[in-house]
């Protein structure tokens, strides 16, 4: 099955500086590769997504980038700001019909600091 | 936007008692449904993936007998953790997923279970 791996566990930086999380995975028929974010007792909210066909994709302060050869992808946020705080989990999916779960990493605790 | 609502956000019940959590979806009809249970600062471990209609498909090591999960409509999945104990207590959260075109995977607010 589908393995996918994420580093840092916990990253902290300071207001304005930007984070990098990246993550890795096991298996080349995965297609689809969202990122979500949560907060504390709460369930994950997507905030950016890419398919595998796609190499980089831009969302304001958000970026993902993907490298289908090497299977790796990274989450790029920029000119970080204290509500950034949280944990942030990617995940990997085979894209279909069928149904296919969500494969999550085990996550990053990012700390913006003021 | 993809909505989907989770019951109870909160539940404390006594060791051996059964609990039935909901998870509906309310703009979108939902063709897979997946439930996750997620530990203190751990990732969201996936139990189940149940399609409307057909019984659940469990994760190895999941007990089917104790978390009984039915997808009786295409809005509506529920989770029932049976003879529930102190072990059981953990962060539960659904996922449904339209079934066209890429994604589409939207998450509840999950469940904080607490059996005492």
């Known amino acids: 099955g589908e393995n996918v791996e994420q580093h840092p566990s916990t990253l902290s930086v300071q207001e304005g500086d930007s984070a990098v999380i990246k993550c890795t995975y096991s298996d080349s028929a995965s297609n689809y590769f969202p990122w979500y974010k949560q907060e504390l007792g709460k369930g994950p909210q997507l905030i950016i997504d890419?398919?595998?066909?796609?190499g980089e994709k831009k969302d304001q302060r958000i970026a993902v980038t993907l490298n289908k050869t090497a299977k790796h992808f990274s989450l790029h946020i920029t000119e970080t700001q204290p509500e950034d705080s949280a944990v942030y989990f990617c995940?990997?999916?085979?894209?279909?019909?069928?149904?296919?779960?969500?494969?999550f990493g085990k996550g990053t605790s990012l700390l913006v600091t003021p | 936007g993809a909505v989907v609502s989770q019951h109870p956000s909160r539940v404390i019940c006594k060791s051996g008692t059964s609990v039935k959590i909901e998870c509906r979806s309310l703009d979108f009809q939902a063709t897979t449904m997946f439930w996750y249970r997620q530990f203190p600062k751990k990732s969201l471990m996936l139990m189940a993936t149940?399609?409307?209609?057909?019984?659940?498909?469990?994760e190895q090591g999941v007990e089917k007998d104790k978390f009984l999960i039915n997808h009786a409509s295409l809005t509506l999945s529920t989770l029932t953790v049976t003879s529930a104990h102190p072990e059981d207590s953990s962060f539960y959260i659904c996922s449904a997923r339209r079934d066209r075109g890429y994604g589409g995977y939207t998450f509840g607010s999950g469940t904080r279970l607490t059996v005492v």
């Open positions: 995940a990997a999916s085979i894209n279909s019909n069928s149904g296919y779960a969500l494969n």
């Open positions: 890419i398919r595998s066909n796609v």
């Open positions: 149940s399609n409307e209609g057909s019984k659940a498909t469990y």
